[in-house]
């Protein structure tokens, strides 16, 4: 079957904080007014995959919502997607569990594996909810630089990450894979190389492995807990729905643990709030998306489209605006621009840059808050067309005007 991924969806008045309430939107000229392009906070503009609401109103229509227990298909859908696409051959129920989120998954993990005021490490440029997160729950983060090879690609520097480690006492690190903002998906010696050093040194992994299923290009996701044995009993996996099938509205999302010791304890300790609990229909919309027909032509095709939005954007940002840098993402819906060289050249400071697109109506992210002091974040989940008109526009009225 095939799915239509061209299609203009007026997402206008029916709760969506893209397009309701984007950063700078007041500075949108009138005669953009009506054609702003959602760029920004990481949801899709895409409708869902169709038998998640199938199987949300299905459920809809029983008359009664009181307690209920976890169906057996939600496992098992679990199971199959992962052990199909991601190469998990032993996952059973028992190493599944619930979180509200996959940052409150983090921090449940967190208050395992360290004490208050302990030192965690992170890659840096770094997701900003995990700065939120981390900070607001009593730890100090720490930031590995990443730095991008004579190819333009994201690198680990595996020399300054095992120095840190040493000299800040650090015993737990939380991971993207694939990353966010920068699009990276570690391939398995990368991985390797990382838990040389995590191994060495007793460090516990927690996994933000959200994005998994968004890998361009025709990659495939090598999980992080799968990288070798040790891996595997030293690692807190963490995913969700929200990026594959658009549905972040939802809340929900899910955690592997195979360390029977300490699943426990994460368990507890994501109990011990009484409000960390699946939502019935969330739960039918997992079962849905993971058991639907048609699921793995779905994500797919979906990873296409992707795939095309990725190869217009760079190809503008790397032929056409010069003194603005970035990285072709291999994973994640997400372009992270570096516009160092264009704001010195043109005297123009990051904020004004933002201020600029937001004008013609392309409504991007401001990177400071993921650590790129001249970076902005774009979202390319939109149909290509819309990709393509926004790019149009920086060319003609922003950094080529």
Known sequence: MKYDFTQFIDRMGKD??????PPNGNLTKPEWKDKQIPMWVADQNFPTFPPIKEKMIERAGIDTFGYYTTRPEYFEGLIDWHTKRNGYTDLEAK?????????????????VLCSAGDNVLLQCPTYIGFTGAIENNGYNIVLNNMYKDENKMWRIDYEDMEKLIVEKKIHATVFCNPHNPTGRAWSKEELEKCFEIFERH????????????IMLDGRKHNPTALTNEWAKMHTVSLYATSKTFNIAGL???YRFIFNEWLKDRVDKEASLSHYNEMNMLWMYAAIGAYTGEGRFDYVDQLCEVLSENARVAYDFVMNKFEGVDTSRPEGTFMLFLDCTEWCEKHGVTIQRLQEMGAEVGVMWQDGRPFHGANAIRMNLALPTWRVQEAFERLDKYVFNA
């Open 202 to 213: 007793n460090v516990w992994v927690v996994s933000d492995e959200i994005w998994s299923d």
């Open 251 to 253: 809340v929900g999302s």
């Open 95 to 111: 190493h599944i569990s619930y979180d509200n989120s996959v940052l409150g998954g983090v921090v449940s993990a967190l208050n």
């Open 16 to 21: 969506a904080v893209a397009v309701e309430f």
